[in-house]
Each structure stands twice: as C-alpha cells, then as structure tokens.
C-alpha cells in the first residue's frame, strides 16, 4: 500500500510541475519594423498610423493643439530547469533563464492629425538565476 501510495504521488507530482516548467507573456500588441519604416511625415495620418498599430496604450494632448501617441510590447519568456523541482536539489542545482524583449513607438501629430515625427526603439535583456545565483547580461539585442 505505501509503495503505490509514493507511485501515484511522485507521478501526480510530475505532472503538476511538468505543467510549471516556464512561462511567456505578451503585454501589448508586436509592432513590425516594417510598417515602422513605411511611416512617412507630413503624410500618414493618425486613421492610418491606428490601422497598422491600434489603439495607443497612451495618448498626450498637447496645449498647441498638437498630440502624441506611443505603442508599447513587451514579452517576456521564462524557462525553468526541471531539477528546480527536486526538493533541496534545486537549491543547489536548479534554475531559470528569463528574457525580456521591450518595443516602443512614440508618433507626435501635428493640428491636423498627420505625422509630426517618430521615434522607434526596441531592446531587451536576458536574465539567469542557477541555485541560488543570480546573472544578468543586459546585452540582449533582438
């Protein structure tokens, strides 16, 4: 009776943390080089640059009538090392790796809704924990 008892256990155990063995999320929706490169001053207008992006996550109104609209994603992925999940042993031996990939678009339009300027950027770091060690390198390029 112990014997099966441990066998339903450990396999009960396994499938519960097999299900544990990561993590990714997306904040915000993927904004393409691509359609960041076809933006054109003076001529895409705000109707267009929301076709393409959606909805901002933040708008500014400007006193001069002016206004400013940035984009943002994020998404960040997480693995975790299965021997994170031995008890005692993954104090010492187990592990995660975590990396963050960030994206912003900030479009300025003039009193007529059309492309002031722009600026792109995009940037991420990757993260790494072994036991009971923490690295980081922050010279994560996408």
Partial sequence: MLNRSMVIF???????????G????????????????????????RSEVEQRFGIPAYTTM???????ATYSYTKVQ?????????????LFAGGST????????????????LIEDYTFSQGGSTGQSQGLNVYTNQNYNP
């Fill in 10 to 20: 450990f396999f009960a155990y396994f499938l519960v943390c097999n299900g544990c």
């Fill in 98 to 113: 975590s990396t963050v990939h960030t994206q912003t678009l900030i479009v300025t339009y003039d009193k007529n809704a």
């Fill in 22 to 45: 990561g993590m990714n999320m997306d904040y915000g929706k993927h904004i393409p080089i691509t359609d960041v490169s076809s933006l054109v001053k003076g001529k895409t207008t």
């Fill in 62 to 68: 400007m006193s001069d009538g002016r206004s400013m």
């Fill in 78 to 90: 997480t693995s975790i090392a299965p021997q994170s999940y031995v008890p005692v042993v993954g």
